[in-house]
């Protein structure tokens, strides 16, 4: 099918034309800048008119055009780069003739290199008065306009590079992101622990109970799964002596997408040979507070219209204890199962069919009941040992050693005292089995070769994960996940 090209598209090509026939490569070359718009600012700060023209401080600044105002021979036309945004002013007089004529062919959107000196215009605005203009790229599609332009949602998502040049906040989303990252790396490692990288493609399926995409290896003819969680390689780690590790991992679950769950999303799993829940809970705490200091500089954020503090210690509360103080059911006593599965269906709660002991249900009422309560940060600990199988059983061999840490009634963490008995573990994952024969087909799977490692005998450990989208959610300020994700999965386009 003929590409169809509106007047604007055509209007640009024609300007193509004319460029190459100027001589000038529309596509550019390399350019050496010597500055930025932020620098641009710092070395005028302060200065008047006077000053700058006194001192002449020369500037090479590159970036795509924003603004444009041509008024015969001279124009005014703001440039955008990473850091920002600054003004420029170029004339006939000041670039010559033939320089002029390549820059009146420019559109916004196009690239171009700028050398001048800094002024201040009459109204104070700082600007680069050009001596030399340089084209680098054409832009043959046309901006959005500023306040008309991809209020789409979904499109801005689909055309991202779009969305980075129009709008502020997601540029500045995409910056701090980084940031936050780096901000964790630099704690972790300043206890010693040490970066790994472990595989994508795992043979089974285990490290945490979600849906997987599975794929095949045709030298092999066997299949794989994209790895649902990063923790069972980690845990070999550890066996294997290197006893603090932790690794920035791509996830990636075959479940359903909302504001808060992409298909591919990104976690820290962190391990502490020699460490336990507790020894988690101290450093949750302290990695968020430090990245709050170092990157956001404070410890109160908002979520939607609510401030989170995270200054006081987080509170902490076990799951039957909540359930209890909710609903009145005491899931610590010996209540049956009869009695507990009358109870969850008298409140509306369908109970599966692989839900076969009092576990499934007090799971079941906490989420239902109970999670959007948790709005300050709090770790929820004491889960049944049916939904953790990777996990040292507690005092009560009903529950076990893990917490889940909440923020506004979102998880963001998952932490255990990890389980390293050989034995148990063997019989988690059997259970495990029947559960998937019973329909659960987000069941962990049979690993015998991490059972083999633990054989080999793993110390007793602390392990976390963290979800690194949410936690940039939570800090910036963000409701939806896709607006912390540079290319999030997108329905296709009608």
């Not at 099918?1 to 460029?19: G, H, I, P, T």
């Amino acid at each position: 099918m003929e590409e169809k090209l509106n007047d604007q598209v055509l209007a640009r090509r024609e300007k193509l034309k004319k460029l190459k026939e100027l001589g000038v490569d529309p596509w550019g070359q390399r350019y050496d800048r010597t500055d930025s718009s932020k620098s641009c600012r710092e070395k005028a700060k302060d200065k008047t008119n006077e000053e700058l023209e006194a001192n002449k401080i020369e500037v090479k600044v590159a970036g795509r055009i924003m603004f444009l105002r041509k008024m015969g021979k001279a124009s005014f036309l703001n440039i955008q780069d990473k850091e920002g945004k600054i003004q420029a002013y170029i004339s006939i007089d000041s670039v010559g003739e033939e320089n002029y004529n390549i820059f009146k062919l420019v559109d916004v959107g196009d690239i171009v290199g700028l050398e001048g000196y800094l002024m201040l215009t009459r109204t104070g605005e700082l600007t680069i008065k050009v001596e030399k203009f340089t084209f680098l790229t054409k832009s043959l599609q046309p901006l959005p306009e500023k306040y008309h332009g991809l209020t789409d949602v979904e499109e801005r998502f689909r055309h991202r590079y779009v969305d980075l040049i129009m709008n502020e906040d997601s540029k500045r989303i995409a910056l701090l992101r980084p940031r936050i990252i780096r901000s964790m790396q630099h704690y972790f490692d300043s206890l010693g622990f040490i970066e790994v990288e472990t595989s994508t493609l795992q043979p089974i399926l285990g490290g945490a109970n979600a849906k997987p995409f599975i794929t095949h290896h045709n030298t092999l003819n066997k299949d794989f799964y994209l790895r649902i969680a990063t923790e069972l390689p980690l845990k070999k780690l550890l066996v294997g002596g290197l006893e603090k590790v932790y690794e920035f991992g791509r996830l990636f679950r075959n479940e359903g997408m909302d504001t808060k769950h992409n298909p591919e999303f990104t976690t820290v799993e962190l391990y502490e040979a020699f460490g336990d829940l507790q020894s988690m809970r101290r450093l949750t705490e302290n990695v968020i507070r430090n990245v709050c200091d170092e990157v956001l500089g404070t410890r109160k954020v908002m979520c939607g219209d609510v401030e989170i503090d995270f200054d006081p210690e987080f509170k902490w509360v076990s799951m039957a204890d909540l359930v209890k103080e909710t609903l009145g059911i005491d899931f610590t006593s010996d209540i049956s199962f009869e009695e507990a599965k009358k109870f969850t269906e008298s409140k509306g709660i369908k109970v599966e069919k692989h839900w076969t002991s009092n576990g499934y249900l007090l799971n079941a009422l906490f989420e239902e009941f109970c999670e959007k309560d948790l709005v300050q940060p709090t770790f929820l600990y004491g889960h049944p040992i049916e939904i953790s199988p990777l996990t040292k059983k507690g005092k009560d061999p009903r529950f076990t050693e893990r917490f889940e840490f909440y923020v506004n009634g979102t998880e963001y963490a998952n932490a255990y005292s990890e389980l390293n008995d050989p034995i148990d573990q063997k019989e988690r994952f059997i259970a495990q089995l029947k559960a998937k024969e019973l329909g659960d087909d987000e069941a962990n799977e049979m690993d015998y070769n991490f059972l083999d490692a633990l054989n080999y005998g793993m110390p007793p450990a602390g392990g976390i994960g963290i979800g690194i989208d949410r936690l940039v959610m939570l800090l910036l300020g963000v409701q939806n996940i896709r607006e912390v994700i540079l290319f999030p999965t997108m329905k296709d386009e009608k």
